[in-house]
């Protein structure tokens, strides 16, 4: 029994809108495995370079040694090559937006301190200085 992979890859789905740079995003997990797929992400590709983003530059170091195994497997899970080269990028961390809070109204100044520490401490300095 073929593998979906193999079966996709041999249609040439490229004339049907599904490009090469998809395939490989998506064969990325079936190619290196769910623990290494959970820490990387496929970016896209220039050209037959593939773009992976890794956590750190530990897992930079370990993929790099492991790229000639990582192109056979996905050779073999999408029937033919696609991918000839790998980069493996260091992630940036993303910061997902925050909502700004509605402004509190408040007659005490100190409560727009957001630090709690840091307010305690003015508070109790001006407790001092009008004493």
Do not use: C
């Amino acid at each position: 029994m073929e593998r979906v992979g193999r079966v996709l890859g041999n249609l040439k789905l490229a004339k049907q809108g599904v490009s090469d740079e998809e395939m490989v995003r998506s064969a990325w997990a079936a190619a290196v495995g769910r623990k290494i797929a959970v820490r990387t992400h496929a970016v896209g590709m220039v050209r037959t370079r593939l773009i992976v983003e890794v956590e750190d530059a530990v897992w930079q170091r370990q993929l790099w040694t492991l790229r000639s195994q990582i192109l056979k497997r996905f050779e073999q899970v999408l029937g033919r090559v696609i991918v000839e080269e790998l980069e493996f990028k260091i992630a940036v961390p993303r910061i997902k937006p925050v909502r700004a809070e509605a402004v509190r109204e408040s007659t005490d100044e100190a409560d727009l301190i957001l630090d709690a520490t840091f307010r305690s401490v003015y508070k109790a300095a001006r407790k001092r200085a009008t004493a």
